[in-house]
């Protein structure tokens, strides 16, 4: 894979290469200080927050061992008798092929000439318009029938950020993508789970391709007025054709390099204003196409979107609160008050003597109870029952309970409990953000609620199953939260009117 370098560099907002006749010489710096106003600091963000084609990968898997034999062979085929290399001078053949690249020959030339690339982290939007090449191509996909996508992860492009949208953009997704979780745990098969995703999904695709049917690929697709994807994917392939082929490489370019006119698609789309147009009196189809190298960005809104992830306001965030009283907090970790639920888990070292059956109806009648005196404290704002019910030594019980449950139906050990709950933890961290719970109590009760009415479906349905299994995991692990949090004295109603 191309290590992009300083002198060597794509960017990720707008898929602006170090090789675009526009920007040799140049630096990324110089590049995304002009176009689109930010420094070097706010665009690495937007890389760890995987903006635009930071997420997209491109390896070329194979390639000709030889161009000369290949093209000389199609070359002279035509005019010679048996075709023998032999018969040319170094200086012949270096000349056919110079001629054949400036585009002086029959095109079949480059029919010769095959390549497979490996592409990895590309929208299904712009997959979909790359298996549109089907003359010269073959193409290997991940399926959708046959793959979950619960964990799938997805592409944001930066003119939400631009816009001031990418909190709205990835709760969308996030919403979408635990309406997946739900299908598919709910039974629903991947071949119809699937019509839930957007297609911002991200997708992997083998490409096998001509390199005829790849210069054309590349001559439309380069152009700025399409798809920054696109743009993205053929700078990536170019990249990967410099290191074997640079010849090759260098006649992958937008077409209108060659023109020096705005021609894209017969106009269909407006210009990105490299070139004039191709006539005086042409005029555009669609004139308000995006052209991602224009984007500009806030500073201040950047700030205040790109910061959310490692500033979450404490004072909505009772656990990081808490965490931030003890020492030895790896900043790098998410879920900062990590160690107080590990720590929790790590106490009912006895195990408790339960069938599943009766383990389960106890958590769930347990709970019931818990909850109710919770609603009575919500309407009364009296918490006395709640309190005298929500006790340490209950809600030790009642995460013992869960613990053997838990042991009892997966035949695992504690120690694989705990390691799968702390995932659970740390995966919903970052998820979320670091942001859980700043609704008090009342948030985990809420949670640990539609948790516990699905392991009581599932007791009366009598179908426990594998599906149960996060279930449990989030069940103890909210637990725990309950735990920590009643130590703490976490609020009852949490905070109000809360913004990050
Ligand atoms: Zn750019």
């Given at each position: 894979?191309?290590?992009?370098?300083?002198?060597?560099?794509?960017?990720?907002?707008?898929?602006?290469?170090?090789?675009?006749?526009?920007?040799?010489?140049?630096?990324?710096?110089?590049?995304?200080?002009?176009?689109?106003?930010?420094?070097?600091?706010i665009y690495d963000r937007f890389v760890a927050e995987g903006i635009g084609a930071s997420k997209?990968?491109?390896?070329?898997?194979?390639?000709?061992?030889?161009?000369?034999?290949?093209?000389?062979?199609f070359l002279s085929q035509t005019w010679g008798p048996t075709f023998n290399l032999e018969k040319y001078s170094d200086e012949e053949v270096n000349n056919m092929i110079k001629i054949a690249l400036k585009g002086k020959?029959?095109?079949?030339?480059?029919?010769?000439?095959?390549?497979?690339?490996?592409?990895?982290?590309?929208?299904?939007?712009?997959?979909?318009?790359?298996?549109?090449?089907?003359?010269?191509?073959?193409?290997?996909?991940?399926?959708?029938?046959?793959?979950?996508?619960?964990?799938?992860?997805?592409?944001?492009?930066?003119?939400?950020?631009?816009?001031?949208k990418l909190e709205e953009y990835k709760k969308a997704m996030e919403e979408t993508r635990k309406v997946y979780i739900d299908l598919f745990k709910s039974g629903v098969a991947y071949q119809d789970a699937r019509f839930i995703l957007p297609h911002c999904v991200t997708t992997s695709v083998v490409w096998t391709v001509n390199y005829l049917a790849l210069k054309n690929f590349c001559n439309k697709r380069m152009m700025r007025n399409q798809s920054w994807e696109m743009n993205a994917l053929c700078e990536l392939i170019k990249f990967e054709m410099e290191k074997v082929y640079p010849e090759l490489a260098d006649i992958l370019v937008p077409a209108c390099d060659y023109s020096k006119k705005c021609n894209s698609f017969g106009n269909l789309f407006e210009g990105c204003g490299k070139y004039p147009l191709e006539?005086?009196?042409?005029?555009?189809?669609?004139?308000?196409?995006?052209?991602?190298?224009?984007?500009?960005?806030?500073?201040?809104?950047?700030?205040?979107?790109?910061?959310?992830?490692?500033?979450?306001?404490?004072?909505n965030n009772h656990f990081l609160l808490l965490a931030q009283e003890k020492e030895n907090i790896d900043k790098e970790f998410y879920g900062k008050y990590a160690h107080e639920i590990c720590d929790e888990l790590k106490k009912s070292n006895k195990p408790k003597q339960v069938s599943v059956d009766s383990g389960l109806k106890n958590i769930i009648t347990t709970f019931n109870q818990l909850y109710s005196y919770f609603e009575q404290y919500e309407t009364t704002n009296d918490s006395t029952k709640f309190h005298n019910y929500a006790t340490a030594e209950k809600l030790e019980d009642f995460k013992d309970t869960i613990m053997a449950v838990t042991l009892?139906?997966?035949?695992?050990?504690?120690?694989?409990?705990?390691?799968?709950?702390?995932?659970?933890?740390?995966?919903?961290?970052?998820?979320?953000?670091?942001?859980?719970?700043?609704?008090?109590?009342?948030?985990?009760?809420?949670?640990?609620?539609?948790?516990?009415?699905?392991?009581?479906t599932g007791l009366e349905n009598n179908q426990l199953s594998c599906y149960q299994e996060t279930d449990l995991y989030d069940t103890l692990l909210y637990v725990v939260f309950l735990i920590v949090g009643m130590q703490s004295k976490l609020p009852l109603k949490g905070v109000q009117n809360v913004d990050f």
């Open positions: 894979m191309t290590k992009i370098t300083k002198d060597n560099w794509m960017c990720i907002i707008c898929s602006s290469a170090s090789h675009d006749s526009d920007e040799f010489g140049k630096t990324l710096e110089e590049h995304i200080k002009r176009q689109h106003g930010i420094d070097k600091k997209l990968k491109v390896k070329m898997l194979n390639y000709p061992n030889d161009i000369k034999l290949a093209m000389i062979s020959t029959l095109s079949t030339v480059f029919e010769s000439l095959n390549f497979t690339f490996q592409i990895d982290g590309l929208s299904r939007a712009s997959s979909h318009q790359l298996v549109r090449v089907r003359i010269g191509s073959g193409f290997s996909q991940k399926g959708m029938s046959d793959a979950y996508y619960g964990d799938t992860d997805y592409i944001i492009p930066a003119s939400i950020v631009a816009a001031g006539k005086q009196h042409d005029r555009y189809v669609f004139e308000s196409a995006q052209i991602a190298r224009n984007i500009k960005f806030n500073n201040e809104y950047v700030e205040k979107t790109i910061n959310h992830n490692k500033s979450v306001k404490p004072v009892l139906i997966f035949n695992k050990n504690r120690d694989e409990v705990i390691s799968e709950t702390w995932h659970v933890h740390q995966v919903k961290n970052k998820k979320y953000n670091d942001g859980w719970y700043y609704d008090g109590i009342r948030g985990i009760l809420k949670d640990l609620h539609r948790k516990v009415q699905r392991l009581k």
